[in-house]
């Protein structure tokens, strides 16, 4: 019997319980929003990236189910004509931890808000995150808080400068480490080095709510991303006056985890002294039309895993059932 | 119940460099503790204590979030990958990594040999450095005194940190090439940042103002 092995968790009775009870409060939130289950099979025969668990079954190479998002896109690109405009899932997928201390199996419960090419996004925006900032009540989560982001701040920057690949990867591992001196170091005598610096210090300058926006005026492609201020703008004024008291709402605009995957607005939600996010999400109009239909779509997934081990360690944060 | 906040320290060089500095802070560590071997030592504000960790652990500590905060050497990052915040660069415990070799061989020596062997425990910054050279070479893993390596035909030549260049001197080594530089790094970890800011940005706030 091997006794090195990678972090399966095996659930016991309080926990086992726990999932069942969070599935089932998401699932039904979700489903009072017109939001209908769709469950793609566990075991995957398309191509899989590094880092899925993969095996031969018989003379096919397969691989569980990694990731529920690109599992639905790949089922309802070949199944569906015209998008289902709301999805829902609930399971666990697999995947290879990046650090020890992540669990290889992990549960989540998520949405995504799909629309045609061209239909208005900003609603579907807004929609996204007022159900997520329900999340937290339905989970009994007695605090949280809620950080608005947008890929496209740092997306579209990088693509008017036209930097090579290995470069624009270098700056946004900078800035996904918060450190503009990084940003610097990265471009080095670059001929975009002193634009995408005073960028990068814009985007990490320390403001906190509906004025953290305004750091983007410092920013040398302020007129660049107007129209994503605007949004992200729109959105605050939409969500703010109906934040549950239970919850913070954040500003994040160097929010760049999941860079080459998300193209809009992105929603995390934290709990104080939670080391990990507990749900995350965005926009992501890529996806479909990589895979030959023309929608847009937008969703975030609640990783019930990491809330689990919260719940163990840090039982204060929860209310009592 | 607030968890306790633990801030990460290097021990070695870089740590007795540091930790006078913030004699006569809130975060001034506990002169008794700091004599003992505990590695766990209270500092001047209850509720937060300091952990004197080895610098290729300590970013392990913070990336997990067992620590919020930490000071490393940039060079000890930059061999890592881990998911952690760089709140800024502290200037201080600066030294260069470079490629050294005995005393009358020169870079283009090294290059000319058909197999080229090179002592490090910086492998991530060498293979950078090869493959902006177009060279290959058999990396020797070393973790310490490294310097012996091409005195005892171990390796032809090694990668390593430079500060004075004292301990090169006496090894018979000179600096052939400069492959980047190091300094302190102040580090968090992610979710203590981005949950708790009105927790742990003063205490950033603090060890800046104490070590810049």
């Not at chain 1, 940003?183 to 300058?205: F, I, M, N, Q, S």
């Not at chain 2, 500092?43 to 979030?65: H, M």
């Amino acid at each position: 019997m091997p006794v090195r092995t990678p972090h399966f968790p095996d659930l016991l009775f309080g926990s086992a319980a726990r999932l069942r009870r969070w599935e089932g409060a998401l699932m039904a939130l979700l489903a009072a929003h017109g939001y209908r289950e769709l469950h793609p099979s566990l075991v995957l025969r398309e191509p899989v990236p590094e880092g899925a668990l993969r095996f031969f079954d018989g003379e096919d190479l397969v691989a569980l189910r990694w990731d529920f998002t690109v599992a639905l896109a790949g089922l309802l690109a070949r199944r569906f004509p015209e998008p289902p405009d709301r999805v829902a899932y609930a399971g666990a997928v697999f995947r290879r931890p990046v650090q020890p201390w992540e669990a290889m199996e992990r549960f989540e419960v998520g949405c995504e808000r799909i629309q045609p090419e061209g239909e208005i996004s900003a609603e579907a925006d807004v929609e996204l995150a007022r159900l997520l900032m329900a999340v937290p009540e339905a989970l009994g989560l007695r605090r949280a808080i809620l950080h608005l982001g947008n890929a496209a701040l740092v997306r579209r920057p990088l693509e008017a400068e036209q930097l090579p690949p290995d470069l624009a990867k270098a700056v946004v591992a900078a800035l996904s480490r918060r450190a503009a001196h990084r940003v610097r170091e990265a471009l080095g005598d670059h001929p975009a080095a002193p634009r995408l610096t005073a960028h990068a210090e814009a985007l990490l300058a320390d403001l906190d709510g509906p004025d953290t926006l305004k750091a983007l005026d410092a920013s040398p492609y302020a007129d660049l991303l107007a129209g994503e201020r605007a949004h992200m703008d729109r959105a605050l004024h939409a969500l703010l006056p109906i934040l549950p008291e239970r919850l913070d709402l954040r500003v994040d605009l160097a929010d760049v985890a999941g860079l080459d995957f998300y193209t809009g607005p992105t929603l995390r939600l934290w709990a104080p002294g939670a080391q990990q996010e507990l749900a995350a999400g965005g926009r992501y109009d890529r996806l479909f039309p990589e895979l030959g239909r023309p929608w847009q779509a937008a969703g975030f997934c609640v990783r019930l895993s990491r809330l689990l081990d919260l719940a163990e360690t840090r039982p204060d944060l929860f209310e009592q059932p | 119940m607030t968890a306790p906040v633990l801030i990460a320290f290097p021990k070695g060089r870089l740590g007795d460099e540091l930790v006078p500095r913030l004699a006569g802070t809130p975060l001034a560590l506990d002169a008794a503790a700091l004599k003992s071997r505990v590695l766990r030592i209270p500092t001047a504000t209850p509720g937060v204590s300091a952990l004197l960790l080895k610098g290729a652990d300590l970013p392990r500590y913070v990336a997990a979030g067992v620590a919020s905060l930490g000071i490393v050497g940039s060079d000890t990052l930059d061999e890592l990958e881990m998911d952690l915040l760089e709140l800024a660069d502290l200037r201080i415990g600066a030294c260069r990594l470079c490629l050294c070799a005995p005393a009358g061989i020169t870079l283009e020596d090294l290059k000319a040999r058909p197999h080229l062997r090179l002592a490090t425990k910086f492998f991530r910054a060498t293979e950078a450095w090869l493959a902006r050279e177009g060279l290959t070479a058999e990396l020797v893993p070393l973790s310490s005194s490294v310097e012996l390596a091409p005195l005892l035909g171990l390796a032809d030549a090694i990668v390593d940190l430079v500060q004075t260049g004292a301990t090169l001197k006496a090894h018979g080594l000179v600096e052939t090439a400069l492959l980047g530089r190091s300094s302190a790094r102040l580090i968090a970890a992610r979710g203590a940042i981005l949950s708790e800011p009105g927790r742990i940005r003063p205490l950033a706030e603090i060890l800046l103002r104490a070590l810049t």
